[in-house]
């Protein structure tokens, strides 16, 4: 049986195409590579009812993800995460089929293990021994993890003020950590040197390409948890918006082999108030966004002044009739509250930006009350132990609380 059905890589801008089986950057246009698979013999050979009785982690794809052999997968149990019914804060917000995609369940806490799980993998079947990247700490703490699995060596630079949680995630690994006073444009560019002076593999956001095929499988999970169906909307907190580009990746090549049938859902990139160069651009209907300078927000996640693929994302949000929303750091803390006194789940300020942009959206008519709605919530609030601002009162010994 074929484990895998990719074929190979090509350019979504100059259609050049490039081996799948040795290792592969940017394409020589500048652009990132997409994986393409052999769909048509997918759709003959592999029959949907045969992906139920599979264990329950991303996995249970791998005819439709890049790793060729199964023994060359680097496993922590990743995937299959829960798709909750949010019907108390639907109700709150108007919204009478409201969904959490719920990543703070997955190893490291965000739903990065997706992309490292897959990157990782692919990159012990192609011989990779070192690779550098730049990190705003989940991914970081998620490829340096899968790394150590692995036996691969990581060095990875990440913004001083990246959620600290991340940062020991990294150094307890074992792989070289730098810390940088700036942004994670700025470590980027520390990684771009290295990575050409070392002979190195770059594991920068969509340098390599494959971290892009683990996200996507929160697609094909949302696809199958939902009975092999669309919902109208997903709404995704978008920094490099890889995880976007994957969805839509995921449902594109779920209809093609015949599994999914109807409308692609509206896609919503949600980003912070301090950071929405994608925002901009689709105000504008621009094909790409431009530097968005002195970025600042508490979701740590989307502080991405200029993302790679953003003509990707932007792609992705036209093609579906779908839109770009900015949240400010207030609204998506009190929200972050409200969906914990709601429905008991504390999720991440990135998670807790969607959801207020599901909010907004309902209000304003642009879901319907009896449309079906997506959130990812991308990670674990516990990862952002201090970011909640929370005031208790502290007792003396002997003080009564009657
Ligand atoms: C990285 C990250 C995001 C943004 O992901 P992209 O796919 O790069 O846009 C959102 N939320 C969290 C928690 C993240 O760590
Ligand atoms: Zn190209």
């Given at each position: 049986?074929?484990?895998?059905?990719?074929?190979?890589?090509?350019?979504?801008?100059?259609e050049?195409?490039?081996?799948?089986?040795?290792?592969?950057?940017?394409?020589?246009?500048?652009?990132?590579?997409?994986?393409?698979?052999?769909?048509?013999?997918?759709?003959?050979?592999?029959?949907?009812?045969?992906?139920?009785e599979?264990?329950?982690?991303?996995?249970?794809?791998?005819?439709?993800?890049?790793?060729?052999?199964?023994?060359?997968?680097?496993t922590l149990?990743?995937?299959?995460?829960?798709?909750?019914?949010?019907?108390?804060?639907?109700?709150?917000?108007?919204?009478?089929?409201?969904?959490?995609k719920?990543?703070?369940?997955?190893?490291?806490?965000?739903?990065?293990?997706?992309?490292?799980?897959?990157?990782?993998?692919?990159?012990?079947?192609?011989?990779?021994?070192?690779?550098?990247?730049?990190?705003?700490?989940?991914a970081?703490?998620?490829?340096a993890?899968?790394?150590?699995?692995?036996?691969?060596?990581?060095?990875?630079?990440?913004?001083?003020?990246?959620?600290?949680i991340?940062r020991?995630?990294?150094a307890?690994?074992?792989?070289?950590?730098?810390?940088?006073?700036?942004?994670?444009?700025?470590?980027?560019?520390?990684?771009?040197?290295?990575?050409?002076?070392?002979?190195?593999?770059?594991?920068?956001?969509?340098?390599?390409?494959?971290?892009?095929?683990?996200?996507?499988?929160?697609?094909?999970?949302?696809?199958?948890?939902?009975?092999?169906?669309?919902?109208?909307?997903?709404?995704?907190?978008?920094?490099?918006?890889?995880g976007?580009?994957?969805?839509?990746?995921a449902?594109?090549?779920?209809?093609?082999?015949g599994?999914?049938?109807?409308?692609?859902?509206?896609?919503?990139?949600?980003?912070?108030?301090?950071?929405?160069?994608?925002?901009?651009?689709?105000e504008?209907?621009?094909?790409?966004s431009?530097?968005?300078?002195?970025?600042?927000?508490?979701?740590?996640?989307?502080?991405?002044?200029?993302?790679?693929?953003?003509?990707?994302?932007?792609?992705?949000?036209?093609?579906?009739?779908?839109m770009?929303?900015?949240?400010?750091?207030?609204?998506?803390?009190?929200?972050?509250?409200?969906?914990?006194?709601?429905?008991?789940?504390?999720?991440?300020?990135?998670?807790?930006?969607?959801?207020?942009?599901?909010?907004?959206?309902?209000?304003?008519?642009?879901?319907?009350s009896?449309?079906?709605?997506?959130?990812?919530?991308?990670?674990?609030?516990?990862?952002?132990?201090?970011t909640?601002?929370i005031?208790?009162?502290l007792?003396?010994?002997?003080?009564?609380?009657?």
């Amino acid at each position: 049986m074929t484990y895998s059905y990719v074929s190979h890589l090509e350019c979504p801008v100059c259609e050049k195409t490039y081996d799948v089986s040795t290792i592969q950057q940017l394409c020589t246009c500048g652009s990132p590579l997409l994986v393409r698979y052999d769909l048509d013999l997918v759709r003959n050979e592999v029959k949907r009812s045969s992906i139920r009785e599979r264990n329950h982690d991303l996995w249970r794809y791998h005819e439709l993800l890049p790793v060729q052999h199964e023994d060359h997968v680097v496993t922590l149990g990743e995937g299959m995460t829960p798709l909750l019914p949010m019907p108390e804060l639907g109700q709150s917000y108007g919204l009478n089929h409201l969904y959490m995609k719920d990543e703070s369940l997955i190893p490291t806490g965000s739903f990065k293990a997706r992309g490292a799980a897959v990157g990782i993998s692919k990159a012990k079947e192609l011989g990779v021994q070192h690779f550098a990247m730049p990190t705003n700490g989940n991914a970081g703490a998620a490829w340096a993890l899968y790394a150590a699995r692995a036996g691969i060596k990581a060095t990875i630079v990440m913004p001083q003020d990246a959620p600290s949680i991340t940062r020991t995630e990294v150094a307890l690994s074992g792989a070289e950590l730098y810390l940088v006073n700036g942004l994670i444009s700025d470590a980027g560019k520390m990684v771009a040197e290295k990575v050409t002076h070392d002979h190195i593999y770059d594991a920068s956001t969509l340098k390599e390409p494959y971290r892009i095929e683990g996200k996507k499988t929160m697609g094909f999970e949302i696809a199958e948890q939902l009975g092999w169906a669309m919902p109208d909307v997903i709404l995704y907190p978008t920094g490099g918006g890889v995880g976007l580009i994957g969805i839509y990746k995921a449902l594109q090549e779920l209809k093609e082999i015949g599994w999914l049938a109807g409308k692609f859902p509206r896609l919503v990139a949600v980003q912070a108030e301090g950071c929405a160069p994608i925002v901009k651009a689709w105000e504008e209907k621009k094909e790409r966004s431009e530097f968005w300078e002195q970025s600042t927000t508490v979701a740590f996640g989307i502080n991405v002044p200029k993302a790679l693929g953003d003509f990707l994302v932007l792609r992705a949000l036209y093609e579906t009739d779908g839109m770009a929303i900015a949240i400010s750091d207030q609204e998506l803390l009190e929200e972050q509250k409200h969906i914990a006194e709601r429905e008991g789940t504390f999720v991440c300020p990135e998670g807790a930006a969607t959801f207020a942009a599901a909010k907004r959206l309902a209000a304003e008519g642009w879901i319907g009350s009896d449309e079906s709605v997506v959130v990812l919530n991308t990670g674990a609030g516990i990862k952002y132990p201090d970011t909640a601002q929370i005031e208790v009162p502290l007792l003396e010994i002997g003080e009564s609380i009657i």
